[in-house]
């Protein structure tokens, strides 16, 4: 369906972070001494969470959108998404002043419907299968010729994800490692790409939820994995990499750990509550894998991407009282 | 009980902020669209939350403490709370490197004993009346000589607190309004204080819950009046003004606006959702007082100050689902 898989050169991710800027935030670092004290290193935050839509995912929709053909741009952006994608998608596509067709599961939560269109999201709904939401989407773009914009499986997309990291390794001194939440791979492949491409002295780890291990197996095994039933409170790690995913993952990330729903939803409060920022199940992942121990920290520098903030505050993964 | 109780001047003021840097953080100024659509106006949000111990107490605590001789502060210091300026205290005390003697009720919460302990504090339990707090305050300090130094009805404390309207207007393009929780008055008297000193350009309101609105009622009827049953969930905000404190606020505070529980509770969770951070319910009130146009903004320039983040996230003022 697309022909944005490519893996981004250096130069390209330099050109990503020059065209969203101003059109994304350049996001604040913050430290814990809690964290510290726990896990004997030196953790810095990275807050993704105060990103515009309120996830790292407008970087890679601003750069997307932002590098289409006027041509391309008149007929609009589309995608298949229930969740941060697709707000960042209607937001940047806002920004241009072009329309987005998100495919939406009528079964979608109000509060994601909602958001979509608060950023003047144009909304199909379809049925609640994959085979649904792709064939709905193929009608949007037969209908309006809109360019497709996957959330993860594009070159251009991981070219921009990669901004984030090129601005955590200037906000701070030198990091031993980032840890970045890994679901479709988008991030995590930005990430390890530009910690490479800076002299690789800094080690990218991913870290996922057992729930949903596709990238530790294929990690591990070396042939690409999915996922059969992804069962975790980490609902935007529910994805599975792709072959371009894979293939960046495979050569320039360190390691792939796991944590458990009960260590996301422990660490996820500990941020909620020492550091007093708002952060969804799927940024609480790596908080969640140097707090167990899943990667040892002592006396090291590490850096932790703290994804996004988009979490319905009436559902929360702890119990009342 | 105390001879602090005196009105800060300018200078005394100045010192507190020398004395205090380092010790507390210069906490960061943020906006959100959100908020400024609601409003019509252009809001500035100090937070408040991000600072030591998770509210601006620590910047009165850490002042008193820090401005205690050495003869005193080899004592240690004392107070009865169960609340933000226990932590504060027990914060600041542990800087020093003295005791910090803390009597709380045997019914205060877990979290709350915790947090005190966290910080080093030396807890007396008492029984559940103001009667029994005192009369324990009373026998720690005969038995430890340590200071007494009240959360709220003092000089030094008014004098701290004010430093967070001093970051606030150099942080910010001119306000015209700034907005401060009230509850005992300390952090609206030293807010109120130096907006008067730097020439009174900016008009400083006080947000207080309909609940518990003896700092209206006093300023509106020109006599010092109490909470006879206070009731509201901004719990930091139950305490009611001393004669020290509503002298100041009498005089250089324009005016104090009531809102409602269900009005703080719901800009509570619009700042969740929408800033990513969390703010305890206190914190919320002026924020209500904003989105509610009990005080008009439009065209404004408005500084609200976020006083605090020390909340039960297992325990929220809204329904789950």
């Known amino acids: 369906?697309?022909?944005?898989?490519?893996?981004?050169?250096?130069?390209?991710?330099?050109?990503?972070?020059?065209?969203?800027?101003?059109?994304?935030?350049?996001?604040?670092?913050?430290?814990?001494?809690y964290v510290d004290r726990i896990t004997g290193g030196t953790c810095c935050f990275k807050l993704e969470n105060f990103q515009k839509t309120g996830s790292f995912k407008a970087r890679g929709a601003a750069y997307a959108v932002g590098s289409l053909s006027?041509?391309?741009?008149?007929?609009?952006?589309?995608?298949?998404?229930?969740?941060?994608?697709?707000?960042?998608?209607?937001?940047?596509?806002?920004?241009?002043?072009?329309?987005?067709?998100?495919?939406?599961?009528?079964?979608?939560?109000?509060?994601?419907?909602?958001?979509?269109?608060?950023?003047?999201?144009?909304?199909?709904?379809?049925?609640?299968?994959?085979?649904?939401?792709?064939?709905?989407?193929?009608?949007?773009?037969?209908?309006?010729?809109?360019?497709?914009?996957?959330?993860?499986?594009?070159?251009?997309?991981?070219?921009?994800?990669?901004?984030?990291?090129?601005?955590?390794?200037?906000?701070?001194?030198?990091?031993?490692?980032v840890i970045a939440p890994v679901g479709g791979g988008g991030l995590l492949s930005g990430t390890s790409l530009w910690a490479y491409y800076q002299g690789g002295e800094t080690a990218v780890f991913g870290a996922e939820p057992a729930g949903a291990d596709d990238a530790r197996r294929s990690f591990v095994s070396g042939a690409l994995?999915?996922?059969?039933?992804?069962?975790?409170?980490?609902?935007?790690?529910?994805?599975?990499?792709?072959?371009?995913?894979?293939?960046?993952?495979?050569?320039?990330?360190?390691?792939?750990?796991?944590?458990?729903?009960?260590?996301?939803a422990e660490a996820m409060r500990l941020i909620w509550e020492r550091m007093k920022v708002v952060i969804e199940p799927s940024a609480a992942v790596p908080v969640a894998a140097v707090l167990s121990g899943s990667i040892p920290c002592r006396n090291k520098r590490i850096g932790i991407i703290l994804s996004g903030g988009n979490v319905d505050v009436s559902a929360l993964p702890w119990s009342g009282g």
Not at 2 to 31: C, Q, W
């Open 1 to 33: 369906m697309s022909d944005n898989r490519f893996v981004p050169t250096y130069s390209r991710m330099i050109h990503a972070r020059e065209l969203i800027a101003g059109k994304v935030h350049r996001t604040p670092v913050m430290t814990c001494g």
């Open 70 to 177: 006027e041509a391309e741009a008149a007929r609009g952006s589309a995608t298949h998404s229930s969740g941060n994608h697709a707000q960042a998608l209607a937001y940047a596509s806002a920004v241009r002043g072009i329309p987005a067709h998100i495919v939406m599961p009528e079964n979608a939560s109000r509060v994601k419907i909602d958001a979509v269109k608060g950023y003047g999201g144009v909304i199909s709904f379809c049925g609640p299968t994959l085979a649904d939401r792709e064939a709905e989407l193929s009608r949007v773009i037969s209908r309006t010729g809109a360019a497709f914009i996957h959330p993860y499986d594009d070159g251009r997309i991981i070219a921009a994800q990669g901004s984030c990291a090129a601005e955590f390794l200037e906000q701070t001194e030198h990091l031993d490692m």
């Open 225 to 264: 994995a999915g996922n059969i039933r992804p069962d975790t409170i980490a609902d935007g790690l529910r994805t599975q990499l792709s072959e371009l995913t894979f293939s960046v993952i495979r050569r320039y990330a360190a390691d792939i750990v796991l944590v458990t729903d009960e260590q996301i």
